[in-house]
């Protein structure tokens, strides 16, 4: 049976009395999920977020967090969240472990040692934990602040951002981390502007754009449907090739270049079934076909799909 953790109902907020920069926000989050809050900047994914934890006011809407109203349960709630919205902050000169038994002492639930060792095993700061945080990199820090933020035991973590500079190897421990999390039943929502990150983060994303929800995708079915209509492929041929190819491909319907890449790829956009008579047709003009790549995910594949507009918008994001 399902288990609905996090429930926000047509979450809005009005600025300067007419101006909905938050409009009409509905999702729900299901115990031990991973939820990807998906947008451009300025999308209100950080709106979104300050809403539910409760740094600002919401102007209409509700927030339900384990069945509690917010408004009428709010310590309640509060105990079940761990977040990390602004950069969290530290004391530089103490240690990590120092920071961490400062925090626990504020928490809302009585933290144990074995509790707090727990934790830094989970975000692998063990080897640094006794190091004073000054001297912590911005990746080391952001492992303090979801230590942090999950001392209490919270049902529920909120992330804005955050793998915002991290580097890939840190993103890829965040993601391990995260799903080991999920699968002690903890649920994540995380809000990023990266679609290919978001894919290999989250079991379900919900895309934001001016402030309302324009998409919602179960990132598994998502794979399954693999929406083969607007394939993104670099084919890169032999050395001085490449012109000769672009005529070639120039000529045939429904095949769009994106992109010269260098001097032997170049980058298309088609219907995946015809990447095989490309392929034959290149041969067959003895054009040497080193590679064929896919170049984007299937959720940005989807995107592409989506309005012109909006397209234009996220993938500028992407890049
Ligand atoms: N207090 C405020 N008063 C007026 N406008 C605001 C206020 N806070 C945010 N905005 C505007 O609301 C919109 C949404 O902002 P928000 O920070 O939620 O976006 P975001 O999706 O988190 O973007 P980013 O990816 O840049 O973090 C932006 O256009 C922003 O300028
Ligand atoms: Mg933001």
């Not at 502007?193 to 934001?208: A, G, K």
């Not at 045939?252 to 956009?269: C, N, S």
């Amino acid at each position: 049976m399902s288990e609905v953790v996090l429930d926000i109902q047509s979450l809005t907020k009005t600025v300067h009395k007419q101006k909905n920069i938050v409009e009409d926000v509905s999702f729900q989050m299901q115990k031990g999920e991973i939820l990807g809050l998906l947008g451009p900047n300025g999308a209100g994914k950080t709106t979104t977020i300050r809403m539910i934890v409760g740094l600002i006011k919401k102007s209409a809407g509700a927030v339900f967090i384990n069945g509690y109203n917010m408004d009428e349960n709010a310590q309640k709630c509060r105990a079940q969240i761990g977040a990390i919205v602004e950069n969290p902050v530290f004391y530089d000169y103490m240690s990590g472990w120092k920071n961490l038994q400062q925090h626990a002492r504020m928490a809302v639930n009585p933290v144990s040692k074995e509790r707090m060792e727990e934790i830094v095993r989970l975000v692998q700061l063990e080897h640094a934990i006794q190091d004073k945080v000054k001297k912590y990199s911005l990746g080391m820090k952001q492992r303090l602040g979801v230590a942090q933020a999950l001392l209490h035991q919270p049902a529920l973590l909120i992330l804005d951002e955050p793998t915002n500079g991290l580097d890939p190897k840190g993103i890829r421990e965040l993601r391990d981390y995260l799903r080991e999390l999920a699968d002690q039943g903890i649920s994540t929502l995380v809000s990023s502007h990266l679609l290919s990150e978001m894919q290999l983060m989250c079991d379900r994303v919900v895309i934001m754009e001016s402030g309302r929800i324009i998409d919602e995708t179960v990132i598994g079915d998502l794979d399954a449907a693999d929406t083969a209509e607007d394939r993104v492929v670099a084919f890169q041929c032999g050395t001085g090739q490449q012109a000769q190819a672009k005529k070639l491909i120039e000529s045939l319907p429904g095949i769009e270049i994106l992109d010269l890449e260098d001097q032997q790829t170049f980058v298309l956009k088609m219907q995946a079934e015809k990447i095989p008579y490309i392929n034959k047709l290149l041969v067959q003009a003895s054009i040497d076909v080193y590679a064929i790549e896919r170049k984007k995910t299937s959720l940005e594949e989807k995107f592409l799909s989506l309005t012109a507009a909006d397209n234009a918008t996220l993938q500028q994001e992407v890049q």
